[in-house]
């Protein structure tokens, strides 16, 4: 089943599934083939993670740093868009996959967002904004995807951040018992 907006799904009384990362079983996760494959096995959204590059886009890494999903090594958001996109993120999984990229935001929305919902989860530590909300709600308006997304974060601090520029668009605090803060 297809909802056009999140609120409408979760007013349904349905189980909604969300393919966390996608298909990350039979997929690389956090990347199109992944998303795209959630979809064909009938879920209804995808769960993804977002940072912000050191140049200011959203990309797509579960982790802190790019070095168990892709062929590189270091911290995300010290990393420009050109040097991300230059990593193999497929391989680690299967040869089937060598050279699945890894994807920005604004590439996510172009490939599913017509046909999935999408819980955008903002990865940031610390207390002071590299500008991740900014650049997520930016992606947001620029797809018209307000009502068919849920912004989330085990980051209260972002979720306020992202709360004061896009307020209606849904959020959900994340939390984790053995979460360090």
Known sequence: MTFKTIKEAMESGQTLVFGHRGARAYAPMNT???FE???EQGAVGIELDVHRSKD?????VHNFTVDETTDGEGQ???KTLTEVKALDAGSWLSDEFAGVRVPTLDEVFEAVGDK???NV????MGEETDGVEQVVA???RKHHMAERVIVSSFNPLTLKNFRAIMPEVMIGFLYSPNMEV
Request: glycine share 4%; aromatic share 12%; proline share 8%.
């Open 121 to 124: 989860e903002i990865k940031f």
């Open 56 to 60: 200011g886009y959203p990309v797509i």
């Open 138 to 140: 930016d992606c947001i």
């Open 76 to 78: 995300v958001t010290e």
């Open 116 to 118: 999935l919902l999408i």
């Open 32 to 34: 199109i083939p992944a």
């Open 37 to 39: 494959l959630a979809y």
